[in-house]
């Protein structure tokens, strides 16, 4: 998926957004890119202007004056001053107000172009043109092939994890950010696209041809003794009722594990369905938009009655988060594993003049206890690293799940 390690990426594109009323949690990686995030669905984005608990469980009250801004937020304002002075000036637009963001200390906000953004709808439906490649920045600026998605042009061309990216279709791609290098891998299905990496201090050139890819964000296995396995990739539109349908269908008496690890986030509408498998209505998390107050509800009728646990890692990220930590916090599950990511803002897009979009950081979630995650992410109630899982089924039979 998409995302900044990463989402991978890039957010749902509101389709209105001149309504001024979409929000995001952090952002999602892009096809190709790897960065989490978590964003917002257009119902409930609709929903924000307004007061109303909506079908998803968001509660909204009506905002009063807008608060002050933050410490290291941008200013729209003068985003939108900048963008609207460059265009005037025949200059890009998305470039100055990147400017003026990157200034701003605004760690999670960004700029993208009308094709940038318009491509995050289709990652959130799980669906995406490109090679099938996922990349991470390194702390030096290097991008790195992060992972390869099976049966991919990229998969076919021998591509592998570790692979570090030269440049693409001739462009450097060493000291950009991963949305930029995932615009470069973006572009018309049948189209070529020129790779040039580095594998073991041997350079390779490869040509790949686009592909219309798709993923399962869901998948589910049954384990010995009586453990459904439920591994959520990212909260896609749709894999809330996976979650949900797979609870639904597990064996009587069975215990479940929740893999969330290397979870970037996404549609936080999906991410509350799926935590509402697990709860019967109540507290989600709370989030604040420039000083007001809003809360995310569970659906009611879940099961709380079987054995759970939660496996999460650094990867575990936004909207992965939430519902850990709503599920931690309500003592419904335990987690297992490592501390996550800790992605815990909320971003706003606003409509630049030159038809760009700029994504800035409004406010922050918290856990049902009260938790800000932004920065510090969750520390899980037992800490395992490879042996994750075995530790998490060691966990279940203590719960009585198992022979």
Request: glycine share 16%; proline share 5%; charged share 20%.
């Amino acid at each position: 998926m998409l995302g900044l390690r990463g989402i991978p990426a890039f957010c749902l594109r509101p389709r209105d957004l001149g309504r001024g009323a979409a929000l995001t949690l952090a952002f999602i990686a892009a096809v190709g890119a790897a960065a989490g995030a978590g964003c917002w669905d257009r119902a409930d984005a609709v929903s924000a202007a307004g007061g109303g608990l909506t079908a998803a469980g968001t509660h909204t009250p009506e905002a009063g004056p807008e608060a002050p801004r933050a410490a290291g937020t941008a200013d729209r304002e003068a985003v939108a001053r900048a963008a609207a002075a460059a265009v005037a000036e025949g200059k890009s637009g998305k470039n100055a107000a990147q400017e003026v963001v990157s200034r701003s200390g605004d760690r999670w906000g960004m700029v993208y172009d009308q094709g940038e953004y318009a491509a995050f709808t289709d990652e959130l439906d799980g669906r995406w043109t490109g090679v099938g490649l996922w990349t991470e920045r390194r702390r030096d600026g290097r991008i790195d092939v992060d992972k390869v998605q099976p049966g991919s042009p990229a998969a076919r061309a021998g591509l592998r994890a570790g692979d570090r990216l030269l440049s693409i279709d001739g462009h450097a791609v060493t000291g950009l950010r991963v949305g930029d290098v995932v615009a470069l891998l973006r572009g018309d299905a049948g189209t070529p696209v020129v790779l040039r990496l580095t594998r073991d201090g041997a350079d390779l050139t490869e040509t790949l041809h686009r592909e219309q890819l798709h993923t399962d964000p869901v998948t589910v296995r049954q384990l010995a003794g009586g453990i459904t396995v439920i591994k959520v990739a990212s909260f896609t539109r749709g894999s809330g009722e996976q979650v949900r349908a797979a609870v639904r269908a597990a064996p009587p008496g069975a215990g479940f594990m929740l893999d969330l690890r290397g979870n970037p986030g996404g549609l936080v509408t999906e991410a509350v369905t799926a935590a509402s498998a697990f709860l019967d209505g109540g507290l989600v998390a709370t989030y604040d938009v420039r000083g007001a107050q809003r809360a995310l509800y569970a659906s009611p009728g879940g099961d709380t009655a079987r054995p759970l646990v939660t496996l999460v890692d650094g990867g575990t990220m936004s909207a992965a988060e939430l519902v850990t930590g709503a599920l931690q916090d309500r003592g419904r599950a335990v987690a297992v594993g490592t501390r996550t990511f800790g992605k815990g803002s909320v971003q706003m897009p606003t409509e630049l003049p030159d038809g760009s979009v700029a994504e800035l950081t409004v406010g922050t979630y918290r856990t049902p206890a009260g938790r800000s995650l932004d920065g510090s992410g969750i520390t899980p109630d037992l800490a395992a690293g490879d042996g994750a899982e075995e530790r998490a089924r060691t966990v279940l039979g203590g719960l009585g799940v198992g022979p």
